[in-house]
């Protein structure tokens, strides 16, 4: 599922939320672990190469919060997040970020 399209300009270091409130049961909650050793139970990819993944932050049970930096002037980017619930669901989301340098 596309949740949106945005344009960033290579030198630009943005964010950009992705609330899955509406994905979760009443009661569910995204899995979040405050442990570095405790492997993640959101995963972000993106396609092509080219763009800087920074750090992925969940803000409460419900949204995930995604820095990226970088990529190449004129190139559109799908970046994909699957996270997990507590319950078990596995909800996967994609943006585009199409880099212009105006």
Do not use: C, H
């Amino acid at each position: 599922m596309i949740l949106g399209k945005y344009i960033k300009q290579p030198a630009e270091t943005l964010d950009y939320d992705i609330d899955f409130s509406d994905f979760l049961s009443d009661g569910d909650a995204l899995a979040v672990t405050g442990n570095p050793s405790v492997p993640s139970p959101i995963n972000v990819t993106v396609a092509p190469l080219g763009l800087t993944l920074g750090p992925t932050f969940a803000i409460g049970t419900t949204v995930i919060k995604q820095w990226i930096s970088g990529g190449v002037n004129g190139v559109k980017y799908k970046v994909t997040i699957t996270a997990t619930t507590n319950g078990g669901r596995v909800k996967q989301v994609e943006f585009i970020v199409t880099v212009k340098d105006e």
